[in-house]
């Protein structure tokens, strides 16, 4: 009886030895898992942030490359009366 419950503690022992190994490669492959996520998430990131940079650069130069009037009162009294008071 005592050489069949070694037997057992030996398999338990095999057993559990196994799980460990399972569950360490198996947080292995999630930690790789969760690098690559990382990856793609900054390189999305970094391309969301150049195309915003493009867009504003365009809009800047079309902003600046448009001639605004300067006074669009040139020759007129500009000066603004003060409201009324009621």
Known sequence: ML???KERVVN???SIGDVKE???GRTTELD???EQ????VLESL???VEEMQRMFN???KKCYSTEFPRNTYEGRHTQLAAPPYY
């Open 3 to 5: 050489l069949d419950f």
């Open 12 to 14: 338990l022992e095999e």
């Open 22 to 24: 399972t569950v360490s």
């Open 32 to 34: 790789s898992r969760e």
């Open 37 to 40: 996520l990382k990856e793609v």
């Open 46 to 48: 970094d391309s969301n």
């Open 58 to 60: 365009s809009t800047e």
